[in-house]
């Protein structure tokens, strides 16, 4: 589980991607639109209240960006700032 607080996001109609910045660095998580197995919503529903600022937590497949960095392919995401309210 990688941890850390949204610094960039960024949509377009195919891809999500934050900007993850946490007590490790920092890396891209790149979210795709499709649906979870274990969830009626799509990662777009799912993604669009979180925002700049706040603080998640990912589970996900290790991956890379288009550039050939390191990135987080989500299966969960959960909005730690909702938690703590």
């Not at 979210?31 to 197995?37: G, I, K, Q, T, V």
């Given at each position: ?25 920092q ?59």
């Amino acid at each position: 589980m990688r941890t850390g607080r949204v610094m960039n996001k960024q949509s377009s109609p195919n891809l999500v991607t934050y900007d993850l910045v946490g007590f490790g660095g920092q890396i891209q998580v790149r979210a795709l639109p499709e649906p979870s197995f274990m969830e009626e919503t799509t990662s777009f529903e799912r993604h669009s209240d979180l925002k700049n600022g706040d603080y998640v937590g990912v589970i996900g497949f290790p991956g890379k960006n288009s550039m050939g960095e390191p990135s987080v392919i989500p299966k969960l995401i959960v909005n730690l700032s909702l938690l703590s309210s």
